[in-house]
């Protein structure tokens, strides 16, 4: 049994990604993102930055509050498996969840994380569009400055925060358990692509490149909830398309376009086309 688990900036194609995954039936069925275990992992995370200051109060040292964790997310992932008793393997969503996959690999041991990547322009352009939408709808549960007052500076740290801790890991083990797709390349030669992660997963996934509609979504997007509907996408239960590729040009200003080069000059030197 191996958890795998699904990340990257939000807007990156993480959801088609976890199609493409749970397209084997010895898997889960596509299910909604698991926000719980972010939060669960995220507790450790900030328990360890803030321990001489906080924690050392409750555990009595790092090693305590790791162990202490680790049994309390195990046993989630463990209720997990138990609702889906028929999968081998269990795979998981969450986009923001890939700034704590080191944490992760601490806590949990058979473990893998596929990382999606795509263009920081049509990611940013995308979040912009989604806050228009959420400013339309007057859903503001998430309607930050970012979005509203269109602050570039903070769009790109916030794509690069999603990255930034595994491509930062220096742990070989660690890094054997990663797998970074780029979006344009699984969109443009989905082949090519899949047959590379079904090589890291072991995983058949022949079937998501034939299929025109999501065949295992246990998700009905004509039925979200009002905090949801800003980032559905029309591309959601669909084929494989690479119709995204490049809408920046249609959101974005020129000047912003090299804002976004010149100031996340490094996320395309880590990632290059």
Known sequence: MTYFFIG????????????????????NPLIGEVGYLYHLVNAYSTG???????SKYYFSDIAELRNFSAELINKFLEHIRKRYSDATHIILKYPLIAELFPDIYEL?????????IRDPRDTIASLINV??????????????????????????????????????????????????IKYEHLVLNPTVAIQQLQDFTGLNLSSSIKDDKWQRSQINYTQLSDAEKPWYSELYSKAISSVSVGRYRQVLRQEEINFIQREGADIFRIFPD
């Not at 990257?8 to 898997?27: A, E, F, H, M, Y």
């Not at 269109?150 to 660690?174: D, G, Q, T």
């Open 8 to 27: 990257g900036c939000p807007r990156s194609g993480t959801t088609l990604l976890q199609n493409i995954i749970c397209s084997d039936t010895k898997v």
């Open 108 to 116: 949990v041991e058979d473990v893998k994380f596929i990382l999606i």
């Open 131 to 180: 806050g228009n939408k959420m400013a339309i709808q007057g859903e503001d549960r998430h309607l930050t400055s970012m979005f509203t007052e269109r602050k570039l500076s903070e769009f790109i740290e916030f794509y690069r925060r999603a990255y930034a801790p595994s491509w930062n890991c220096k742990l070989v083990n660690f890094q054997s358990k990663v797998a970074y």
């Open 48 to 54: 360890k930055i803030d321990f001489q200051s906080q």
